[in-house]
């Protein structure tokens, strides 16, 4: 009895001791899997509250490739793309703070010179057409910046209704006709079809996309250039295609024009809003704006506009 006692007394003991083993493994496993969850996850949020105090330079070390491997893929993809955003706002303010600087010291330094008096006619002219010119340029600028933020927060309203095209386009050449003259740039005007459906549109916001478009093409000609607008009807859209001959477009930049503040490495003024209006606006007309550019040889933009159709 006691040899049986003595066994099974063994038996019990490495039971015991195998169960506090397991224990043991099961509590140590129980922390190392915790640990290896908890570490990852507080690294990420301490990640995410540098990103949100504005460190978009900070990364997330990744240990493995499992979901919180993906995880940090993607806040780090998060802080890169809101480092890029961040330089485009910043760079954008710097923009639009200088290209509202220039008219505004045109227009200070214009009416000190008129508030002196003791000027001949000819320079109290000058003066005041430069600043109503900058005025106007000023103003234009606010505008564009007013109907950018509604475009993107929604508020813009459009008003839409049957418009001959032909005749709004025609309109637009027109007013750039003297600006290409004085800077010795060749506009042309090619109406081969004369007999365009109508389109369904805003006209003022019409206007201000072919203006925006005009203005570019013109800016970025050099003198003794061509630009070329041309209008022709598909089965479902009228479109407009505006050619110049000017510097082009870099194929990095290319697929950025659009990108709101966005400004490329061969642009000469301006907000960085300007393509980023006009493809809001296009969006919102259900219309289509098609950019193909060759550096040093030009740009073309196509513009496709929903033909009307009574309902």
Avoid at 12 to 19: E, K, N, Q
């Amino acid at each position: 009895m006691e040899r049986a006692d003595r066994q099974i007394t063994y038996g019990v003991l490495v039971l015991i001791g195998i169960g506090v083993l397991i224990l043991v493994l099961v509590t140590l496993s129980g922390i190392y899997f915790v640990r290896s969850i908890i570490t990852p996850i507080r690294e990420l949020n301490a990640t995410a509250e540098k990103i949100a105090k504005g460190d978009f330079d900070v990364r997330v070390k990744k240990e493995k490739d499992d979901e919180l491997g993906a995880l940090c893929d993607s806040i780090n993809d998060m802080a890169a793309e809101l480092g890029t955003a961040e330089k485009m706002k910043n760079d954008f303010i710097s923009s639009v703070s200088h290209e509202l600087r220039t008219p505004l010291t045109a227009i200070k330094g214009w009416a000190e010179t008129l508030q002196t008096g003791g000027i001949g006619r000819e320079t109290y002219d000058k003066g005041m057409n430069v600043i109503v010119r900058e005025a106007e340029r000023l103003s234009g600028m606010v505008e564009e910046l007013l109907d950018f933020s509604r475009m993107q927060s929604g508020r813009m309203r459009l008003i839409l209704k049957k418009i001959d095209l032909l005749a709004e386009l025609d309109e637009a050449v027109y007013m750039f006709t003297d600006r290409a003259r004085t800077e010795h740039k060749n506009l042309i005007y090619d109406e081969e079809d004369t007999m365009l459906s109508p389109i369904l549109g805003d006209v003022n916001r019409l206007r201000q996309v072919f203006i925006n478009i005009l203005d570019n093409a013109i800016k970025y000609s050099a003198p003794g250039g061509r630009i070329t607008v041309k209008l022709w009807a598909g089965e479902y859209k009228a479109f407009a295609e505006i050619i110049d001959q000017g510097r082009g477009i870099p194929p990095e930049d290319l697929e950025n024009v659009k990108t709101k503040f966005y400004k490329g490495s061969n642009s000469v003024r301006g907000s960085g809003i300007g393509l980023a209006l006009v493809d809001s606006i296009m969006t919102a007309l259900d219309g289509t704006m098609d950019i193909k550019s060759t550096l040093g040889r030009g740009t073309v933009v196509t513009l496709g506009l929903p033909l009307y159709h009574k309902a």
